[in-house]
C-alpha cells in the first residue's frame, strides 16, 4: 500500500435539516448548484456561489425522488417512487431578488413504477428511465405540440434473466448507453440494438457506475463490495478487466446496503464510498491515495466537480450532513473566510412557487382581517336560508355545502 497523500481535506460541512436515507446527489453542469434528495421527501438545492440554501422542497413520503439529472444549469430532471418525472426549473432575476422562484411540474407520468435510475443526453435530447426490469428511452421531437416521445422500450436480461437496473450512463460522441444491471453490463447504441457486454467475470453484479470525463475510463462498485475497472471507447468497455479493488472498510454493514457510490474526479481518481464513513481516492490500478474518514457517518451519494468532491451521510440521529473535500489550498482558504452557510427559510409545499425572501424589502405591517369572518359567517347565514327557505316547486338547486374549492 503506498503512502497515504492527505491533499484532500473538507471545504465546507453542511448539516441540512433532511431526514432519512439521501437517494442522489448532483452538481449542476457548471458547478454553482448541488441538489440532495431523500427517501423522507426532502429535495435540498444549495447555492454553491454563495453558500446559500436556495430552497428545500418536501415532496412527500409518497412521492420522492430516486434519482436526478441536471440538464442545464438551471433545469433539473427528477425522477419518482411512483414512476413520475418531474423538471425542476431554476428562475434567477439577478436585477429583483423578490422574483427568484423554483418551479417543479410534471414531465411525464406513463411509467408506473419506482425511477431507478435516469440519464440525460444533451447532444441527441435523448432520456433514459430504468424501473422494474424495463428500460425506456425517450426523444424529445421539435415538430409543435409533439413533445416527448417513446423512441425505444426493452426488457433488461441476460441469457433470459430480467435483471434490475442500478445505473445508466450515456457516453461517447455516439451517445450509446450504457446499462448496469445486477446481473451485467449492456450498451445500447439504436433502437432494437443491444450488446451484453463480456467483461471476463462469471457474473457482475453492477452496484453503481462511473465514467470519466473525458469518456476513456469506467468504474463499476459491485455489490460484493469491490471497484472493478475497464477502458472504455465509444463502443462499450474494452478487453478484460484492468483492475479489481476490493473494499476493505464497511463489510460488516453490507447486509444493510450493497450499492456502493462511485464517482470520478477531473483528475481521473475514483471515489467511492462506504457505509462506516469513509471516502476513498483511489488510481485507475487500484492504488488508493486517500482515505477521508467521517466517525459515526453512512456515505449514502457521491458527486463530483472539478477535482472537489462532494459527499452525502446520514448522521446517528438520521439527518443529513453534506461534506465537501477540496485538494486547492485556495479554495480551502477561502472557504474558511466564510463565516458559515446562510439557510432561506424552508419550503414545504410541492408543486408551488417558492420565492425567497427579499432582506431589502421592509416588512408591512399585519392587516386587520376581522372583516372576513364576519363575511364568511353572513354569508353561511344566507346560503342557509336560502337552501332550506325556497319552495320545492322551484326546481333542483345546488345545495350549499356541496361546494368545494
Same mark, same amino acid.
Not at 497515504?4 to 452538481?27: C, D, H, M, S, W
Not at 440525460?120 to 416527448?148: E, T
Given at each position: 500500500?503506498?503512502?497515504?497523500?492527505?491533499?484532500?481535506?473538507?471545504?465546507?460541512? =453542511?448539516?441540512?435539516?433532511?431526514?432519512?436515507?439521501?437517494?442522489?446527489?448532483?452538481? *449542476?453542469?457548471?458547478?454553482r448548484w448541488l441538489c440532495s434528495t431523500t427517501d423522507n421527501g426532502d429535495l435540498l438545492i444549495q447555492r454553491l456561489s454563495r453558500g446559500i440554501i436556495y430552497c428545500h422542497v418536501g415532496m412527500g413520503r409518497f412521492d420522492y425522488?430516486?434519482? +436526478?439529472?441536471?440538464?442545464?444549469? !438551471?433545469?433539473?430532471?427528477?425522477?419518482?417512487?411512483?414512476?413520475? +418525472?418531474?423538471?425542476?426549473?431554476?428562475?434567477?432575476?439577478?436585477?429583483?431578488?423578490?422574483?427568484?422562484?423554483?418551479?417543479?411540474?410534471?414531465?411525464?407520468?406513463?411509467?408506473?413504477?419506482?425511477?431507478?435510475?435516469?440519464?440525460?443526453?444533451?447532444?441527441?435530447?435523448? !432520456?433514459? !428511465?430504468?424501473?422494474? &426490469?424495463?428500460?425506456?428511452?425517450?426523444?424529445?421531437?421539435?415538430?409543435?405540440?409533439?413533445?416527448? &416521445?417513446?423512441?425505444?422500450?426493452?426488457?433488461?436480461?441476460?441469457?433470459?434473466?430480467?435483471?434490475?437496473?442500478?445505473?445508466?450512463?450515456?457516453?461517447?460522441?455516439?451517445?450509446?448507453l450504457l446499462l448496469g444491471l445486477e446481473s451485467g453490463l449492456v450498451v445500447w447504441y439504436a433502437k432494437g440494438e443491444l450488446h451484453v457486454v463480456d467483461t471476463g467475470l462469471k457474473v457482475c453484479h453492477v452496484g453503481s457506475t462511473?465514467?470519466?470525463?473525458?469518456?476513456?475510463?469506467?468504474?463499476?462498485?459491485?455489490?460484493?463490495? *469491490?471497484?472493478?475497472?475497464?477502458?472504455? *471507447?465509444?463502443?462499450?468497455?474494452?478487453?478484460?478487466?484492468?483492475?479489481?479493488?476490493? !473494499?476493505?472498510? &464497511?463489510?460488516?454493514?453490507?447486509?444493510?446496503?450493497?450499492?456502493?457510490?462511485?464517482?470520478?474526479?477531473?483528475?481521473?481518481? +475514483?471515489?467511492?464510498?462506504?457505509?462506516?464513513?469513509?471516502?476513498?481516492?483511489?488510481?485507475?490500478?487500484?492504488?488508493?491515495?486517500?482515505?477521508?474518514?467521517?466517525?459515526? #457517518?453512512?456515505?449514502?451519494?457521491?458527486?463530483?466537480?472539478?477535482?472537489? /468532491?462532494?459527499?452525502?451521510?446520514?448522521?446517528?440521529?438520521?439527518? /443529513?450532513? +453534506?461534506?465537501?473535500?477540496?485538494?486547492?489550498?485556495?479554495?480551502?482558504?477561502?472557504?474558511?473566510?466564510?463565516?458559515?452557510?446562510?439557510?432561506?427559510?424552508?419550503?414545504? =409545499?410541492?408543486?408551488?412557487? #417558492?420565492?425567497?425572501?427579499?432582506?431589502?424589502?421592509?416588512?408591512?405591517?399585519?392587516?386587520?382581517?376581522?372583516?372576513?369572518?364576519?363575511?364568511v359567517v353572513v354569508l353561511i347565514i344566507w346560503g342557509c336560508w336560502w337552501y332550506y327557505g325556497l319552495d320545492d316547486s322551484k326546481g333542483d338547486y345546488i345545495k350549499f355545502c356541496d361546494l368545494r374549492l
Open positions: 500500500m503506498p503512502e497515504l497523500n492527505t491533499n484532500y481535506r473538507e471545504l465546507f460541512v =453542511l448539516k441540512t435539516f433532511q431526514r432519512g436515507r439521501p437517494t442522489a446527489l448532483a452538481v *449542476s453542469p457548471l458547478g425522488a430516486t434519482s +436526478i439529472c441536471w440538464v442545464t444549469d !438551471l433545469q433539473l430532471l427528477i425522477g419518482s417512487s411512483q414512476g413520475n +418525472i418531474y423538471v425542476a426549473t431554476l428562475n434567477i432575476d439577478k436585477c429583483n431578488e423578490e422574483k427568484q422562484r423554483i418551479e417543479i411540474t410534471r414531465l411525464l407520468h406513463d411509467v408506473n413504477s419506482p425511477i431507478r435510475a435516469l440519464a440525460y443526453d444533451s447532444n441527441r435530447k435523448l !432520456l433514459a !428511465l430504468g424501473y422494474k &426490469g424495463h428500460v425506456s428511452i425517450w426523444r424529445y421531437q421539435l415538430q409543435p405540440g409533439r413533445g416527448w &416521445g417513446m423512441l425505444d422500450i426493452f426488457r433488461t436480461n441476460i441469457n433470459g434473466v430480467s435483471a434490475k437496473v442500478n445505473s445508466l450512463d450515456f457516453f461517447g460522441s455516439c451517445s450509446n462511473a465514467i470519466s470525463t473525458d469518456h476513456s475510463t469506467l468504474a463499476v462498485s459491485t455489490l460484493d463490495q *469491490s471497484i472493478l475497472v475497464w477502458p472504455l *471507447s465509444t463502443e462499450g468497455p474494452i478487453g478484460p478487466l484492468v483492475q479489481e479493488y476490493p !473494499l476493505e472498510s &464497511g463489510r460488516e454493514w453490507h447486509i444493510f446496503e450493497s450499492r456502493t457510490p462511485v464517482a470520478f474526479t477531473s483528475e481521473t481518481k +475514483i471515489v467511492c464510498g462506504t457505509l462506516d464513513g469513509t471516502v476513498d481516492l483511489i488510481t485507475h490500478n487500484g492504488l488508493r491515495i486517500q482515505r477521508l474518514t467521517n466517525a459515526n #457517518y453512512c456515505t449514502r451519494a457521491l458527486a463530483t466537480y472539478g477535482s472537489i /468532491v462532494y459527499a452525502s451521510f446520514t448522521s446517528p440521529v438520521g439527518y /443529513v450532513v +453534506i461534506v465537501a473535500y477540496s485538494n486547492s489550498e485556495n479554495r480551502i482558504a477561502r472557504s474558511k473566510e466564510k463565516c458559515g452557510l446562510e439557510q432561506n427559510p424552508h419550503f414545504y =409545499l410541492f408543486n408551488k412557487v #417558492y420565492r425567497p425572501p427579499n432582506p431589502k424589502r421592509k416588512a408591512k405591517a399585519p392587516k386587520d382581517r376581522s372583516y372576513m369572518a364576519i363575511f
